[in-house]
């Protein structure tokens, strides 16, 4: 069964600066990657999604993220943050043939401080 | 177009209670989903159904939850008796079939509390 494991629970930063958000994962097979962002009293949205081919994803509101197969890793960055990008962070795993089914990390704050 | 409707989106009932919190999914969408949230164990997948059938309710924590999806539009899940230790936010979700890389959109959430 495959785990994802988010490295930090809470990420402060001020405005203006890069974010690193990490994520590791476990599996025993090929896996898809994800990550969603879940704004105050909101669903999940889809940031970007990792399914093959060049490593560096391109999402949405400026976020990238690399996969690193040798490292097991699907780390989220952004090179200048906003305060509106204040939000919880998920990072979500799908093994190949498991029919969409999402195992998700615990989770990592951010939050931006003027 | 419309995402995943849910509802309600606020609920707070007695303990013993039954709850029924309903979904709708995106038009044309195979898959549908029902996450829990809580601060304690995070998002956790409870059932999820393939067109219209259950494939895996391995996440449905007790004989008091249960889920139906009589057709390819409306889901229902349903607490009875419902307990404080349910207090969570419910989310449904859907995808379209065709692969596990589809990405699954969410509703809003049902916020449930149950005093």
């Known amino acids: 069964a495959q785990s994802v494991t988010q490295l930090d629970s809470q990420v402060p930063v001020f405005e203006e600066a890069p974010v690193e958000l990490r994520c590791n994962y476990s599996?025993?097979?090929?896996?898809?990657l994800f990550w969603y962002v879940q704004y105050p009293n909101q669903g999940l949205q889809l940031l970007l999604k990792?399914?093959?081919?060049?490593?560096l994803v391109k999402g949405i509101n400026g976020f990238e993220a690399e996969f690193n197969k040798s490292q097991t890793s699907f780390h989220l960055r952004k090179p200048s943050v906003h305060i509106s990008d204040t939000a919880e962070y998920f990072c979500?795993?799908?093994?190949?043939?498991?029919?969409?089914?999402?195992?998700f990390g615990e989770g990592t704050q951010l939050t931006v401080n003027p | 177009d419309a995402g995943v409707i849910q509802s309600p989106r606020h609920e707070v009932t007695e303990m013993g209670q039954e709850v029924t919190l309903r979904c709708k999914p995106i038009?044309?969408?195979?898959?549908l989903f029902w996450y829990r949230q809580t601060m304690m164990r995070g998002l956790e997948l409870l059932i999820y159904?393939?067109?219209?059938?259950?494939?895996?309710d391995s996440g449905m924590p007790e004989d008091r939850f249960s889920a139906k999806m009589p057709n390819a539009s409306f889901s229902t899940l349903k607490i009875q008796p419902s307990e404080p230790r349910d207090s969570a936010v419910y989310f449904c979700?859907?995808?379209?079939?065709?692969?596990?890389?589809?990405?699954?959109?969410f509703g809003e959430g049902s916020w449930l509390t149950v005093v």
């Open positions: 979700a859907s995808s379209s079939t065709g692969g596990s890389g589809n990405t699954i959109y």
């Open positions: 599996s025993s097979v090929s896996v898809y």
């Open positions: 990792y399914l093959s081919g060049s490593t």
């Open positions: 979500a795993v799908s093994e190949m043939d498991s029919g969409s089914r999402l195992t």
């Open positions: 038009s044309g969408h195979n898959s």
């Open positions: 159904f393939n067109n219209n059938v259950p494939i895996d």
